[in-house]
């Protein structure tokens, strides 16, 4: 079956950068687009942006242009969410989500459980 | 970037009755490209719709959607108790890909 396992909670000092895994399983990799959206306490979802794993092509949301990178290997069918210069607006649950199908336009079908990321001095 | 607004806020029903959530847009989506997600607390998302109005895997019948250009729905026919949670709209056609701030469906 088809699954999503994102990497633990992180607590960081305000300018520090942030790292997040998405390990796939269940499915072939390279065969669908990843997309990362976080969600902040209390409040609605945010799309980042997404990583196509085939080519390792991105496509980042304007706000979060310059302080994200999204990479993955393909070895390990993991993909990673690194944002940098972080700030207690930053402090969200950061998700992984796989396409529903093979394109950069397609709603997001499976969905990793979320990675809390605590902005704090 | 196409904003989606959601109404109402929250939805205050009980089981067994119909759900009508809707979902405006900014600026015409192609209703391919519209879709309803379910999110309890604590959980990830779950995707109900897609393309405005197709069923996602494993969702049932009571769930519905519809609409076109910049005004959309999603119906629940007949609430379950499970079904009490908030729900979001997306637009995937154009990049930002944007969600709608969501609508809390609670019991009365």
């Known amino acids: 079956q088809v699954q999503l396992v994102q990497s633990g909670a992180e607590v960081k000092k305000p300018g520090a950068s942030v790292k997040v895994s998405c390990k796939a399983s269940?499915?072939?990799?390279?065969?669908?687009?990843i997309h990362w959206v976080r969600q902040a306490p209390g409040q609605g979802l945010e799309w980042m942006g997404w990583?196509?794993?085939?080519?390792?092509?991105?496509n980042y949301a304007q706000k979060f242009q310059g302080r994200v990178t999204m990479t993955r290997d393909t070895s390990i069918s993991t993909a990673y969410m690194e944002l940098s210069r972080v700030t207690s607006d930053d402090t969200a649950v950061y998700y992984c989500?796989?396409?529903?199908?093979?394109?950069?336009?397609?709603?997001?079908?499976?969905w990793g459980q979320g990675t809390l990321v605590t902005v704090s001095s | 970037e196409i904003v989606l607004t959601q109404s109402p806020g929250t939805l205050s029903l009980s089981p067994g009755e119909r759900a009508t959530l809707s979902c405006r847009a900014s600026q015409s989506v192609s209703s391919t490209y519209l879709a309803w997600y379910q999110q309890k607390p604590g959980q990830a998302p779950r995707l109900l719709i897609h393309?405005?109005?197709s069923r996602a895997t494993g969702i049932p019948d009571r769930f519905s959607g519809s609409g076109s250009g910049t005004d959309f729905t999603l119906t629940i026919s007949r609430l379950e108790p499970e079904d009490f949670a908030v729900y979001y709209c997306?637009?995937?056609?154009?990049?930002?890909?944007?969600f709608g701030q969501g609508t809390r469906l609670e019991i009365k």
């Open positions: 269940g499915y072939i990799f390279t065969g669908y687009y």
């Open positions: 393309g405005a109005s």
């Open positions: 997306q637009q995937y056609g154009s990049s930002p890909i944007t």
């Open positions: 989500a796989r396409d529903l199908v093979y394109s950069t336009s397609s709603p997001f079908d499976y």
């Open positions: 990583i196509n794993p085939n080519s390792g092509g991105t």
